[in-house]
């Protein structure tokens, strides 16, 4: 009989696939950085570091300029649908570099078969979005698809916006003893697209709290000026993938209290559930922001004086660049824990 030795076996790891598209690389995640790291923006040239939004200048006025495409599946969820989030998100893009939304284009890839009443239920949608958000549509494209050849329909916006007086967040602009402000509590807009989508039965208590932030980032600004330092709106990835990129983009580390995370307890009940992590759960009406300590009281005042903001807590501290771990936590028990990106697909067609 064969003796095994425990110490010296080896455990096999799956073929990683690298040849061809997966899901995950749509996360917001880590396959989702590798995917533009290696593929397109090594064709396209090195962009600087990845931004919700472009800042471009033209003579004295500095416009800002994003473009999103939005697959959400079901097209009409708890709190919102696929129409009013192609608003609220490229405006939300547009305010985390400092801006106030002017205009918007709209593209349509819709399949063959579509109910027209429901074509004309998301545009309606649209509409209503975009008169909230103060903005117009104001040129775009429509294609048709063979049946089979995609999910119904599928929005793409662009906006334009012109940048605040004063205004001037970046990825790269954090810096050690800034002070983390998050707007909000995190995880309804993932664990609302699940509940809806495979019949869970959530939908009573949660809804995604899809809005738009241009009006929250405003007062922000009104109050801090250029001690914004950076801000993001933690979408695909959730506030852990969020908060990485900002310190990676930075080259400084972030450390969280995790107990004192605005966790809505129906969706944390949810995500313990379903094996989900709430820091990477998406979120679509939220933002995490960078701000000088000299600053935070401040602007933290100001949000909580905003609708969008109103439960808005600092939640950390950004610290000096460090050798191993970007983003940790502080747990209940008093350990740290390193928040890492999320790293394939876990709410798969979230926006």
Do not use: W
């Not at 989702?32 to 593929?39: G, I, P, Q």
């Not at 995490?288 to 401040?298: I, K, P």
Request: with cysteine; net charge negative; proline share 6%.
């Amino acid at each position: 009989m064969t003796t095994i030795d425990p110490a010296r076996t080896t455990c096999p790891v799956p073929a990683t696939e690298t040849e061809r598209v997966l899901l995950g690389h749509g996360s917001g995640g880590q396959l989702m950085a590798e995917l533009l790291d290696e593929v397109v923006t090594a064709q396209l040239g090195e962009p600087g570091p990845l931004e919700d939004a472009a800042v471009i200048g033209v003579g004295d006025t500095d416009l800002v300029f994003s473009t999103d495409g939005f697959v959400v599946t079901p097209r009409f969820f708890p709190g919102g649908d696929i129409g009013s989030l192609a608003v609220y998100g490229t405006v939300n893009d547009l305010a985390m570099r400092g801006a106030r939304p002017v205009a918007l284009a709209l593209a349509y890839v819709l399949e063959e078969g579509l109910p027209l009443a429901e074509l004309r239920e998301i545009t309606a949608s649209v509409a209503r979005a975009a008169g909230e958000c103060g903005v117009r549509v104001v040129t775009g494209d429509t294609k048709v698809v063979g049946r089979g050849a995609a999910d119904g329909c599928y929005l793409t916006t662009t906006g334009i916006g012109v940048r605040l007086r004063g205004a001037f967040p970046s990825a790269t602009r954090g810096e050690p003893g800034d002070i983390v402000l998050l707007s909000g509590p995190i995880g309804a807009h993932g664990t609302a697209i699940m509940s809806a989508r495979e019949g869970l039965g959530f939908e009573s208590e949660i809804r995604s709290d899809s809005r738009p932030l241009h009006g929250l980032v405003a007062a922000m600004i009104a109050a801090g000026g250029p001690a914004v330092h950076a801000l993001r709106d933690p979408t695909r990835g959730g506030l852990a993938s969020a908060l990485n990129e900002l310190a990676e983009a930075s080259g400084v580390t972030v450390e969280i209290d995790e107990t004192g995370l605005p966790v809505p307890p129906q969706v944390a009940s949810a995500c313990e559930l379903l094996g989900l992590d709430p820091l990477h759960v998406a979120n679509e009406g939220c933002l995490v922001a960078f701000v000088a300590a000299s600053a935070a009281d401040a602007v933290l005042r100001a949000m909580r004086n905003h609708p969008a903001g109103y439960q808005a807590q600092a939640i950390g501290v950004v610290g000096e660049a460090g050798d191993l771990a970007k983003v940790t936590a502080r747990t209940l028990v008093g350990s740290t824990r390193v928040v890492d990106m999320l790293v394939g697909e876990q709410l798969p067609r979230i926006c």
